[in-house]
């Protein structure tokens, strides 16, 4: 039953992704305002029909230039996030030539990063004070991986250079970076095991593929996303840096 279920969930998305992904292609082209409302449209209804329930916490970035520093678990987390409020993503190059998920990721104007050639990190970085300049929200995964879900990895901060070159614009006052902290709480019900973390955290060397296969068993499952308070840019991207990794630490313990 589990099996026809999963079928029948994903055909009803495929049709969604028929009607949505040309709209999203048009709205692009020609920069319409619905450009940035059709992938949370998307992915409510991903999450909706395979019973991810996102609980929000705290208070999202506002129209200041902000960069959220956010943990990162499974390829869950940028539907769960991207569900929230319209923003765009930092992701790594190799994801941009994925079947689908590269498609999915370019729609969403997606940040790709080559971090096996030394000058990526610069033009990215350029390409995300741009963004931000012109109020865009923009999310890091600031572990620069997923882990496995029961312990946070140290947070990176070669990328958070992008707010200091955003705040070289005589436009931009201030700059803040948002911890961001993604918790995986319960599985059809019950409290998530540190057993049961494999079949949610996607990480190391697994495959992708029997992975969404469990997911797409639509088993129910319970997500807090907690925003921390903004922390000011001060020009010290390590010093901000830690500071956030330490306001998703205290919420993920909270969670």
Do not use: C
């Not at 956010?70 to 992701?91: C, E, K, M």
């Not at 803040?176 to 990480?203: C, H, K, M, N």
């Not at 068993?217 to 010290?236: A, K, M, R, S, Y």
Request: glycine share 8%.
């Amino acid at each position: 039953m589990r099996r026809i279920g999963a079928f029948f969930r994903l055909a009803l998305l495929g049709l969604v992704a028929i009607v949505l992904i040309p709209l999203q292609m048009l709205a692009l082209r020609w920069n319409w305002p619905i450009l940035h409302r059709l992938p949370l449209r998307f992915h409510r209804i991903l999450l909706w029909l395979f019973g991810v329930r996102v609980t929000e916490k705290g208070s999202a970035p506002g129209s200041a230039a902000t960069l959220v520093v956010a943990n990162h678990v499974s390829w869950l987390d940028i539907p769960v996030i991207g569900s929230l409020h319209p923003l765009s993503f930092i992701a790594k190059s190799e994801i941009e030539g994925w079947p689908v998920v590269g498609l999915l990721a370019r729609l969403q104007r997606s940040v790709f990063i080559d971090r096996q050639r030394r000058k990526a990190t610069a033009e990215v970085n350029d390409a995300l004070a741009h963004r931000l300049v012109k109020g865009e929200t923009i999310v890091l995964f600031a572990e620069g991986t997923t882990s496995d879900g029961n312990r946070l990895l140290p947070f990176r901060s070669s990328l958070v250079g992008a707010a200091q070159t955003a705040l070289m614009h005589d436009s931009v006052e201030q700059v803040f970076l948002q911890p961001l902290a993604i918790a995986y709480t319960r599985r059809d019900g019950l409290p998530v095991t540190r057993r049961e973390r494999p079949f949610i955290a996607w990480y190391g060397d697994m495959e992708l593929g029997p992975h969404l296969g469990i997911f797409l068993e639509g088993h129910p499952l319970d997500v807090t996303v907690t925003w921390g308070e903004p922390i000011p840019f001060n020009g010290n991207r390590k010093e901000a840096t830690a500071a956030a990794e330490t306001a998703v630490r205290r919420a993920l313990q909270a969670a």
